[in-house]
């Protein structure tokens, strides 16, 4: 897809919050530090759009981009292993939940991994969950230029076989540094669109 604007929207937290659904949406989830800005960032080719950080936790708020004014990306707060209380991880949680249980416009969540670690109980859990609303799901292995390549194939059959993929599910392998895989996301994401809504043409 060529990109024509990204732009940030609002940040919220609870539904009220939320920017009018006038288009489909696509979030974007995972584990905290796992590289979901960065992809949100090499898919539109944007070095800032959505902020990155080392710090495992900083994206805390519910993130919404207009991508070409037809398309929404939606960043997620990361789950797992972030150091913060308790509570403030309850609240990430029932954050998360309410978006992905009550938005009627998402059409697509992006669930991203690492490609170095084990699916761990909490990325089990949200694929569950997906399952069970009978939400479509995309996986992505992140890092992936940080492993050779015998290692990442390597690698994606293992955490296949702890996701217990299918064939038609199986997780694309991505870098945001040589940006491998790119083509591949928006490929699958407009196929996606097209034969589940038909927002985009043919």
């Known amino acids: 897809m060529k990109i024509v604007s990204a732009e940030f929207i609002k940040s919220a937290v ?10 489909p949406e696509i979030a974007f989830v995972g584990r905290s530090n796992v590289g979901k800005s960065s992809l949100i960032n090499t898919l539109v080719g944007r070095k800032n759009l959505a902020k990155t950080s080392n710090t495992p936790g900083r994206t805390q708020l519910i993130n919404f981009f207009t991508i070409n004014e037809r398309i929404s990306f ?37 669930f991203i991994l690492d490609i170095r670690r084990d699916p761990n109980k909490d990325d089990l859990s949200l694929r569950d969950w997906l399952q069970h609303y009978r939400i479509p799901y995309l996986y992505i292995l992140t ?6 390549d015998n290692q990442a194939i390597a690698r994606r059959h293992a955490i296949e076989k702890a996701l217990k993929t299918t064939d038609g599910n199986k997780p694309i392998l991505f870098s945001a540094k040589t940006q491998k895989g790119k083509d591949e996301i928006w490929q699958f ?12 043409p043919q």
């Not at 609870?14 to 288009?23: D, F, V």
């Not at 707060?77 to 009627?104: H, N, T």
């Open 74 to 110: 939606v960043d997620l707060p990361g789950y797992g292993f972030a150091k913060v209380s308790r509570l403030v991880k309850k609240d990430w949680g029932d954050m998360i939940e309410a978006y992905l249980c009550e938005r009627q416009s998402l059409c697509l969540v992006v």
């Open 14 to 23: 609870w539904p009220p919050q939320y920017p009018k659904a006038s288009m």
């Open 189 to 200: 994401i407009e196929d996606h669109l097209r034969y589940l809504l038909r927002y985009l």
């Open 143 to 148: 890092k992936t230029d940080k492993l050779s």
